[in-house]
């Protein structure tokens, strides 16, 4: 298989869904279901920029279930980095009577919720330079680094680089292998 970069399948930040830190998280869903109806390939988390428009963050997926439900955050507290067995998720489940709060509460706790009270910031792993190759956030990917993946050049953000992307660059390359058969 040929070297592809970063570069090449990245999302430029500049057409990536942004917010603010000062936005909700209704916000958030609004800004995400609007770039859906532009775009095929819709995005299902943001980058938060700051009034310069330069990267701070990122909300994913992960991030707002964990902000709509509090109880996350007193589990992960207590745990250290690792795998979550079955039995340990379904006794947390139990313990901390996670998703039972009508929806009502649901939807007030995400209109309140403020980008900067839920967004990651992320760590030194989770940035790749445009010229690193996707073998590379492929593995960091698969060992489990927070998603998506920061590009940058030099110390500036350039892109946001998704796993679905290079599942489908790897999906296309296999597909057209000359195998003998």
């Not at 298989?1 to 090449?8: D, G, H, L, P, Q």
């Not at 958030?28 to 990267?55: C, P, T, Y």
Request: neutral net charge; glycine residues 6%.
């Amino acid at each position: 298989m040929k070297k592809i970069f970063a570069k090449e399948l990245m999302i430029p930040i500049s057409d990536y869904v942004s917010v603010k830190k000062t936005d909700t998280l209704v916000d958030v869903l609004q800004a995400l279901e609007s770039a859906k109806q532009a775009n095929a390939h819709a995005h299902r988390d943001a980058i938060v920029v700051d009034d310069g428009g330069k990267f701070v963050g990122k909300v994913t997926m992960i991030d707002i279930f964990r902000a709509l439900e509090p109880g996350y955050k007193k589990i992960m507290k207590g745990r250290a980095t690792g795998t979550l067995t079955n039995e340990s998720v379904m006794k947390a489940v139990k313990e901390f009577n996670l998703w039972l709060e009508p929806e009502k509460d649901i939807c007030q706790r995400g209109s309140k919720k403020t980008v900067a009270e839920v967004m990651h910031v992320p760590e030194k792993i989770e940035f790749l330079q445009e010229t690193d190759t996707i073998e590379k956030a492929l593995n960091l990917y698969v060992m489990g680094v927070h998603q998506p993946l920061i590009v940058k050049d030099g110390n500036t953000a350039t892109g946001v680089l998704r796993f679905g992307d290079i599942f489908e660059s790897v999906r296309k390359a296999l597909l057209a292998c000359d195998i003998e058969q």
